[in-house]
């Protein structure tokens, strides 16, 4: 069975940086991650993307530049670092895990999803 458990959250100054971690267990069939996030009356958004197999990451316009994933495959974890961020940053990040190859921006092809880590940004 995966499971997806995120860390690194937390508070921060607008302009600062944080790195979130998500180690995934039970991978087996799992080909890509990404990250999502949701703020208070927001829909959930898509930020990153990245295969598990090959050196391919994708990114919502929004972050490119300012976010960076990657991975760590011995240490089944993804990572995405977060650079000069703002006070509309904040929100509840999860990452989530996929079977597809290819690599998507929507929710629906991620089968899992962790519990998700608080960040807040404040001016």
């Known amino acids: 069975q995966v499971q997806l458990v995120e860390s690194g959250g937390g508070l921060v100054q607008a302009g600062g940086s944080l790195r979130l971690s998500c180690a995934v267990s039970?991978?087996?069939?799992?080909?890509?991650m990404g990250w999502f996030r949701q703020a208070p009356g927001k829909e959930r958004e898509f930020l990153a993307a990245?295969?598990?197999?090959?050196?391919?990451?994708y990114y919502d316009e929004s972050v490119k530049g300012r976010f960076t994933i990657s991975r760590d495959n011995a240490k089944n974890t993804v990572y995405l670092q977060m650079n000069s961020l703002k006070p509309e940053d904040t929100a509840v990040y999860y990452c989530?895990?996929?079977?597809?190859?290819?690599?998507?921006?929507?929710?629906?092809?991620?089968?899992?999803w962790g519990q998700g880590t608080q960040v807040t940004v404040s001016s």
């Open positions: 039970g991978r087996t069939f799992i080909s890509s």
């Open positions: 989530a895990a996929s079977a597809s190859v290819a690599l998507r921006s929507t929710s629906a092809p991620y089968g899992y």
């Open positions: 990245i295969s598990w197999t090959y050196p391919t990451t």
